[in-house]
């Protein structure tokens, strides 16, 4: 699913309607039949229709039009007044009064009674008020209806965004319908990935209206929501004549006194993800109980100079930071990881904590990079704070990675991975994987997939996919998921997704 501001849609929608000639009637037929097509019309009969004078409020009445001539039982409302309607919206407003089907006025308190009894005898309350056209924040009545719907309704479909919700933004407008519902309209609305938007979208359906392809590719940036069939086109199956050698070598980089799992972590990700041959440089101290841990996984300490950097030159991709600490020792091994190798590096955890203030030794690198903050890393490296940068996680992270030329994976719902200039959005993953441990395993599935002669923007983003898809699979059964049943699962999807 192709994502896109409110502006953008609207630029799309002038375009179409102005310079393609489509009439605006035409899509808001369309769009009303794609309502139709997401409704359970076998089990319900008793509707609601909600509209006021603007095009959201003509795309219900058409709705409302098609119920009846379906045999449904529709009960329809205008909220405010005839005038200043939308050419369009008057159009099927004036053929649901031809037809005379029930249709009443909202002008104050007192036809609120009618409202109420209306909705709480409907199966199906559909939401017409308001639609992206919204600038400022609701007040007097239509704050009334909305409460009202929210406190009595069995089930509310929104059309296109739900009323009260900024599309661009997520931010709410005075006050919100919470749809069970949205059915939104050819692209997904960049609101509906800000935190808690689910509340008040509930589920999120795309439906395309009829607007062709060189209208949407005139206008939309580069941002996108990660499907399954997505996925399983860019996964490559392995040729039978290849060996270890060709699946690349990981050499990550991790762990400290106290923080061994981070470390055994990171190197199993990589190895349960396909990596050929999997390194874990760690600290002398430490070494002891990692090799006895990784079974399929080599060692070899920090201190070692020449082995280390050894190890460096001849990885296809090397994970670096969690588990280590932020102290001038991470930072130097940051600094001499990034000057010897010259293939794929992903740098998470502590490796982005020590780069605050020190971002400078992103600018000499000979390499691809991935960063893999979670908020709170991200604001230590940026200088923004944590609120902001959750209500603007697109831009923060494209700018960033656009400015540093590296690859951005903003943890988190709804994960954002960017090179500066496409957006991937990562859909998989849920509440049930909020436990430690899990960034460390991704870390070391970017690794994997970057060494396996992904493109690193590629690995970064399938590796996310695969990372949640796992923790979905699992929490079918499981009431929470940890980063060691993640690894167990990791080949098991993978297979799948390869079908």
């Known amino acids: 699913m192709r994502i896109a501001s409110i502006e953008i849609c609207r630029d799309i929608d002038n375009y179409a309607i102005g310079e393609l000639k489509i009439p605006s009637i035409v899509l808001m037929e369309n769009a009303a039949l794609r309502v139709i097509k997401n409704i359970d019309l076998k089990n319900l009969d008793n509707f609601c229709v909600i509209c006021t004078k603007g095009n959201n409020g003509g795309d219900g009445f058409a709705i409302a039009r098609h119920l009846y001539n ?44 009618q409202l109420r009894k209306s909705i709480v005898e409907s199966q199906v309350i559909i939401d017409g008020i308001f639609g992206t056209g919204l600038s400022r924040n609701i007040q007097g009545i ?32 005075g006050n919100c319908i919470r749809a069970d519902k949205t059915v939104t309209f050819q692209l997904y609305k960049s609101g509906f990935l800000r935190y808690g938007s689910d ?54 980089i991790a762990g400290s006194r106290g923080f061994t799992g981070a470390a055994y972590i990171c190197a199993e990700g990589a190895v349960r993800s396909g990596a050929g041959l999997v390194t874990l440089g ?45 102290n001038d020792s991470t930072l130097n091994l940051i600094d001499k990881v990034l000057n010897i190798s010259k ?31 979670h908020l709170g890393e991200m604001s230590r490296i940026t200088g923004f704070d944590v609120e902001y940068i959750r209500k603007n996680r697109i831009k923060v992270a494209r700018d960033f990675a656009a400015e540093n030329e590296v690859v951005v994976l903003l ?81 098991f999807s993978i297979k799948e997704l390869m079908r």
């Open 70 to 113: 379906l045999n449904k039982k529709v009960h329809v409302f205008l909220v405010g007044k005839e005038e200043g309607m939308s050419e369009e919206c008057r159009v099927n407003y004036n053929i649901l009064k031809n037809l005379n089907i029930s249709l009443d006025r909202v002008n104050s308190l007192k036809d609120m009674v």
């Open 142 to 173: 239509q704050d009334s209806v909305i409460s009202l719907i929210n406190e009595n309704s069995n089930y509310t479909i929104s059309i296109d965004v739900p009323s009260g919700f900024n599309g661009s933004t997520g931010e709410i407008m």
């Open 199 to 252: 509340v008040f979208t509930g589920e999120v359906v795309v439906e395309n209206i009829g607007i062709p392809e060189l209208a949407v590719k005139k206008f939309i940036d580069p941002e996108f929501i990660m499907d399954v069939d997505f996925v399983k086109q860019k996964l490559k199956v392995r040729n039978k004549l290849s060996y270890k050698g060709d699946y690349g070598r990981v050499l990550v």
């Open 282 to 326: 760690c600290y002398k101290d430490i070494q002891p109980i990692l090799s006895s841990k990784l079974i399929e996984g080599m060692t070899i300490a920090l201190e070692d100079d020449l082995k280390l950097e050894e190890a460096i030159e001849k990885s296809d991709a090397v994970a670096i930071g969690p588990g280590m600490g932020a």
């Open 343 to 373: 293939k794929n590096v992903i740098i998470d955890a502590d490796g982005i904590n020590v780069l605050r203030e020190n971002l400078h030794i992103l600018k000499n690198k000979k390499c691809q990079v991935v960063l893999t903050p």
């Open 411 to 491: 943890k988190g719902y709804n994960t954002v991975i960017t090179d500066g200039n496409v957006v991937a959005v990562n859909p998989t993953g849920n509440a049930s994987m909020a436990s430690g441990g899990m960034g460390d395993c991704l870390t070391g599935i970017i690794a994997s997939f970057a060494a396996q002669k992904y493109y690193i923007f590629e690995a970064a983003y399938i590796a996310a996919f695969i990372h949640g898809y796992s923790g979905e699979k699992l929490s079918r059964h499981m009431f929470c998921v940890n980063a060691s049943h993640i690894l167990e699962q990791l080949p």
